[in-house]
């Protein structure tokens, strides 16, 4: 499924390859196409700035699209889509079911993290405890549970913990250390720093702008730089890795870098760039996020 780095073109581009379980069959004209598992969808992608390759007749065969009109959104699912099933991706399964908010619950581009996180936490000498904040589905818990580390996932949707952990129960992981906390994060931190609770590792998908489930008002150009901080607070004296990825922020790879050197100073391996999905039957890539991450 991981596709190897593009090191001939451009070493920040990260690009996730089709597999039997997961694709992406077309982009274009604003959209794309998609196959998860036995099932096809099509919903809206604003980076597919684009011309279709496959045909009409070829798009007309997705069990579920994804419609806007206005402020108006729903999913027209043909008969036989049921309303979750299975996905298999970098050796993870996960939930998918399509949301009012058009995504699945997954996020294919991210298994090069997965990728690399693994990778990290195998190598590692020691246990290791990292801490993902703004979780959603799981995902990067998951990969780093799985290899063996102890891990806090938070997140301040209960709907989004809850289908993580059920996420765990379908890869056997339920009774691996993973504390599932429902908080708004920036009030989370403040208390493990209270606590005195440090982390070897720390990632974050910080959305541009959200709500904590009491309200908590989240914008990324006035809260993040105060979480990096309160972040250094709680790393452990011997830090492996923080990784800080970006999907609708509006920010270049380059600002969260700059954020991160900042925070962590100049040595370790710092990287940077673009999480990208490739086109089963081209070479064309979908833009997906960006990222910056350091590992010691």
């Not at 090191?7 to 998860?36: F, H, R, T, W």
């Not at 509006?250 to 100049?266: K, Q, T």
């Amino acid at each position: 499924m991981l596709c190897q780095r593009i090191k001939m073109k451009n070493p920040n581009i990260l690009a996730v390859c089709p597999d039997a379980e997961y694709a992406l069959l077309d982009s274009g004209d604003g959209e794309k196409l998609e196959q998860y598992g036995e099932f096809v969808l099509s919903r809206p992608d604003p980076q597919a700035l684009w011309k279709k390759k496959l045909s009409e007749k070829e798009w007309a065969k997705a069990d579920a699209v994804f419609l806007r009109d206005g402020k108006s959104t729903e999913w027209k699912i043909k008969p036989g889509v049921p309303k979750k099933w299975s996905v298999e991706l970098q050796g993870l399964k996960f939930w998918v079911k399509p949301t009012s908010f058009k995504h699945t619950g997954l996020f294919p581009e991210q298994s090069s993290n997965w990728y690399w996180l693994s990778g990290i936490i195998q190598a590692s000498k020691r246990p290791l405890e990292v801490l993902n904040l703004f979780g959603y589905t799981g995902g990067a818990t998951l990969a780093c549970a799985a290899t063996g580390a102890k891990v806090c996932h938070v997140d301040g949707s209960k709907v989004a913990v809850t289908w993580a952990r059920e996420n765990a129960e379908l890869n056997n992981l339920q009774d691996k250390p993973i504390r599932w906390i429902i908080d708004d994060v920036v009030k989370f931190i403040k208390r493990e720093i209270k606590r005195g609770h440090k982390y070897d590792g720390i990632i974050m998908d910080p959305p541009a702008f959200g709500h904590g489930p009491t309200g908590e008002m989240w914008k990324i150009e006035e809260n993040f730089l105060a979480l990096l901080d309160d972040c250094k607070k709680i790393l452990s004296d011997q830090p492996v890795f923080f990784l800080v990825n970006g999907y609708s922020s509006g920010y270049s790879a380059i600002a969260y870098e700059n954020a991160l050197r900042d925070l962590l100073g100049e040595h370790g391996e710092m990287e940077k760039g673009a999480l990208t999905i490739r086109e089963r039957d081209t070479e064309r890539l979908l833009p997906c996020g960006i990222f910056a991450r350091w590992k010691a």
